[in-house]
């Protein structure tokens, strides 16, 4: 069994997203955002998938380390689950 998270990547892109505009950690002035995130974070999701779909090509120094194409192809299946699902 592959390793990996139980939270879609979109999910957690979106999370960062909503979390960096509430949170006084980053641009917002709330000092506890979870709650908020937890809410709404799916207004983010559009964004997360369009960070996805730039990410599909790594740059070098991550083809540097590691096989490109194993790279676009796992990023192009989290892409594929996000439109699939289509929250």
């Given at each position: ?44 999701r559009n964004q997360a998938l369009a960070v ?18 194993v790279w676009t192809r796992m990023v192009e ?6 439109e699939d699902d289509g929250e």
């Amino acid at each position: 069994m592959p390793e990996g998270g139980h939270t879609s990547l979109v999910e957690r892109i979106a999370r960062v997203l909503c979390g960096a505009e509430h949170s006084a950690n980053a641009d917002g002035s709330e000092e506890h955002a979870a709650t908020h995130v937890d809410a709404h974070w799916r207004k983010h999701r559009n964004q997360a998938l369009a960070v996805l779909k730039s990410i599909r090509e790594t740059d070098a120094s991550g083809a540097s380390v590691g096989d490109p194409a194993v790279w676009t192809r796992m990023v192009e299946a989290s892409i594929a689950d996000a439109e699939d699902d289509g929250e």
